[in-house]
Each structure stands twice: as C-alpha cells, then as structure tokens.
C-alpha cells in the first residue's frame, strides 16, 4: 500500500511546524525515512560524583510550591534552565538556548536547548502540555542535527513538560528513532536525570 505524503513539495516547514501537524509520530519521521519504535531504552549514565546535586535539588523543592507552572516559561525557567545549567557547568559545556539551526526549507527553527560534546549531543524540547507532539518535533530536529554532525552515530534528545522528561535516540542505522518508554519526573528523579544527561555529554 503506497504511503500518503505529508509534506508539500516546495513548502516550507519550521520545526514547530512538526509539533502542529495532527499525524502520528510514525507517519511524520517516514518523511525522512526514519522508522519510530518505543522501547525502554539503555540510556548511557555518568559514573561521576555529582555534589552540585543536594543544593539544585534543595533549589526545585523550595521553588516549586510558590510558583505557578501553568506556562511553558515559567517551566522553562523554574525547572528546565537550572537542570541544564547545571550539566553545562559540569560537563564545561556550552548550553545554548533558542539556538537558530537551518538545514534546509523541510529542517529549520530554533532548537530549545542544545549542549554538545565531541562525544555526544542533548537537544531539549520544551513544551507545555504534549509530550507525544513534543516528541514529533524532538525527532525531527534530531534528523536534522544528524545532517549536521554526521561523525555521531547515535545522538539523543528529551522532551520535557518540566516537571516530565522523555527521551529520544536517534540512531543513523538503521535510521531508528526511539522513544524510551520510561520516563522521569522532577524534583523526584533529579539525581537519575542529571547523570543521564552528563553521561550523554561524557
């Protein structure tokens, strides 16, 4: 049975573009011939003593019950900014925010959050209330960061409503994109994200 297109030839297309379009997961990544599974992933973790951590967790739970999470800023910035923040700091990583990316008229926007290593990348979506179109729009800029650094074989992204995170991983081959189907929740898995995001960048 031949596959309807979901992209118009010539159109152009921005990454929030994907979030907005009301096809599956599967149906969008097919348009770059990727396939999607979920599964539960074996996500790389940091070895390392993390001391940082009490004080950041100390930070969420002191914070969270005088602000209102009701929009996607003040998750951005009470719950997402000081995780990523904090990974910058150390792994010495720069962590861009709003970074401008532009493959080509189907792969361009802002990606959220970014650090990269040379080992590896973390691209973080951010979203307010749709995990499984925030996820859509994750995958998508994954595609398009692996046209960019295509050394990697593996690259790998979240997609996180603030308080839950979800992850991604983008393999080349076999041109696999798979969404873990834990996922992990702030302030509870604080520890367990941090070293999962480090170990990504490590």
């Not at 994750?138 to 603030?162: D, K």
């Amino acid at each position: 049975m031949s596959r309807l297109k979901i992209l118009q030839e010539g159109a152009t297309y921005t990454f929030r573009s994907y979030f907005e379009l009301p096809n599956d997961t599967d149906e969008v990544l097919a348009e770059f011939s990727y396939e999607f599974a979920r599964s539960r992933l074996q996500l790389p973790k940091t070895a390392c003593q993390l001391p940082s951590l009490p004080q950041l967790q100390q930070q969420l739970e002191e914070t969270i019950p005088y602000v209102t999470l009701s929009s996607e800023a003040a998750k951005r910035e009470v719950l997402i900014a000081p995780v990523l923040t904090r990974v910058a700091v150390t792994c010495r990583r720069l962590l861009r925010i709003e970074y401008p990316l532009k493959i080509n008229q189907q792969l361009q926007g802002n990606l959220d959050y970014y650090i990269e290593s040379e080992r590896g990348l973390v691209v973080v979506e951010a979203k307010r209330d749709d995990m499984t179109r925030g996820f859509t729009q994750l995958a998508v800029e994954l595609i398009a960061l692996s046209m960019l650094r295509e050394e990697l074989e593996v690259l790998y992204g979240a997609v996180t409503m603030g308080d839950v995170w979800a992850f991604g991983k983008l393999e080349r081959s076999p041109f696999l994109i798979t969404r873990d189907m834990g996922s992990y929740t702030l302030p509870n898995d604080l520890e367990e994200l941090v070293k999962i995001l480090v170990g990504i960048l490590e």
